[in-house]
């Protein structure tokens, strides 16, 4: 089992920024992917960003590329997800997921991932 739980959240206005840190336990880490979702009210969860564990490779969704940045700590067992430049239209509950062992990782599809943290919330306003 995986068990993730994400911080970090909170209210900020546009332009500011926020570093919202995933810590994970439960398995060895080697194998995981990782990635973040968010979901604003009325809408369906959208894919962030998402990294393997033990890779420097980061995919991210369009509107973020340029603000948002995906890392990881291995000795804290710990991703992050910096986000720069906040627009009010980020405002989201943000969920972190892992998948152990994925043939084939769906970064980008809720449905490919297993593991999912509590979600932590974004507000950011003008």
């Known amino acids: 089992q995986v068990q993730l739980q994400e911080s970090g959240g909170g209210l900020v206005q546009a332009g500011d920024s926020l570093r919202l840190p995933c810590a994970a336990s439960?398995?060895?880490?080697?194998?995981?992917?990782m990635g973040w979702f968010r979901q604003a009210p009325g809408k369906e969860r959208e894919f962030v960003a998402a990294?393997?564990?033990?890779?420097?490779?980061?995919y991210y969704f369009d509107s973020v590329k340029g603000r948002f940045t995906m890392s990881r700590d291995m000795a804290k067992n710990t991703v992050h997800l910096q986000m720069n430049s906040l627009k009010c239209e980020d405002t989201a509950v943000y969920y972190c997921?892992?998948?152990?062992?994925?043939?084939?990782?769906?970064?980008?599809?809720?449905?490919?991932?297993?593991?999912w943290g509590q979600g932590t919330q974004v507000t950011v306003s003008s």
């Open positions: 997921a892992a998948v152990y062992k994925p043939i084939v990782f769906r970064y980008s599809q809720a449905d490919g991932y297993d593991y």
């Open positions: 439960g398995r060895p880490f080697d194998y995981l992917a």
């Open positions: 990294m393997h564990w033990i890779s420097d490779i980061t």
